[in-house]
């Protein structure tokens, strides 16, 4: 530091002063320094400890009324963690404001890493924004099984930023809510009832209708497959005439949460019981043309 008129005449009043008090008072001053803050210090620690205690009885209150209240899960999930985030922050300025750092100096601050902090991160908040927006259109909920962004799944939870599916496997995946708000959503939940395809080969010569007909009553035979909508029947229709196989489409309706099962199912008695019926699969064929040579 270089030393001028101006810095010389400080350092010499700072000398003046500290001469004028004594050794006693200087060490009484600093205890009383030192006891403030520590004081301080302990109510800003008691202040954290009841806050986090309340924060977590508030949270605990809330989810017991959106409980009895059957407040849709996807909601309710994402007003707690967003209630627990500004709680937290509350508290976080209310233990500044006790330690004596002002808060108003603070908030500016925070304000303005926030302006930084938001340009940053705009893919954050517009993961918050999506999740907004799924909230307010509701295109799934929990527990819907969906597709969406080369994933399938349960979804288990609605977050801030993520959506969590669990796939049929057992895998916990998180999709940005971002890119389920602004992509395509297929969601096997919401209609009840789900049409189950089958792709069925049979042996050239067998007897088309027999087929049809052995593979009708073996749908009609189970439960699960609806049969008093009309506008849902059981269908059985030749597809294509194939290189090996004549091929026939199978469809029939059932409800949403018996699809997996059905689908199954009926494979496995088509594979045991159409042999006995008289249908026959076929095996790939090709067939070789020999063409003598004269010569």
Not at 98 to 107: A, D, K, Q, V
Not at 132 to 158: C, H, N, W
Request: net charge neutral.
């Amino acid at each position: 530091m270089i030393l001028t008129a101006e810095n010389t005449g400080a350092i010499a009043r700072a000398i003046e002063m500290l001469k004028t008090i004594s050794f006693q008072d200087a060490m009484s001053k600093i205890a009383n320094t030192l006891v403030n803050f520590t004081f301080k210090v302990l109510i800003a620690i008691a202040v954290f400890y009841i806050g986090r205690f309340l924060i977590r009885k508030i949270n605990k209150i809330l989810s017991n009324i959106f409980e009895k209240k059957e407040v849709d899960l996807s909601l309710s999930t994402f007003v707690l963690n967003f209630t627990q985030i500004l709680l937290y922050f509350i508290l976080v300025v209310t233990i500044i404001g006790i330690l004596g750092i002002e808060t108003s100096s603070f908030l500016a601050l925070f304000a303005s890493a926030g302006v930084a902090i938001g340009m940053a991160l705009s893919g954050t908040l517009q993961n918050f924004a999506g999740g907004v927006l799924i909230l307010i259109l509701k295109p799934y909920r929990v527990g819907d099984y969906i597709e969406a962004q080369s994933f399938a799944g349960t979804v288990k939870a609605m977050q801030m930023f993520h959506t969590v599916i669990t796939t049929p496997d057992n895998k916990t995946i998180l999709i940005p809510n971002g890119a389920l708000s602004s992509g395509s959503i297929n969601n096997y939940s919401i209609q009840p009832m789900r049409r189950v395809d089958w792709t069925v080969s049979i042996q050239y010569g067998d007897d088309y209708e027999n087929a049809a007909n052995a593979i009708k009553e073996i749908l009609d035979s189970d439960e699960r497959v609806e049969k008093n909508n009309p506008a849902q029947p059981v269908f059985v229709g030749l597809k294509e005439l194939g290189d090996s196989a004549v091929i026939l489409t199978v469809r029939a309706w059932t409800k949403s949460a018996d699809y997996w099962g059905l689908f199954f199912d009926i494979s496995q008695r088509m594979y045991a019981e159409l042999p006995k019926k008289g249908v026959h699969f076929p095996y790939p064929q090709l067939d070789v043309h020999l063409i003598p040579n004269d010569k």
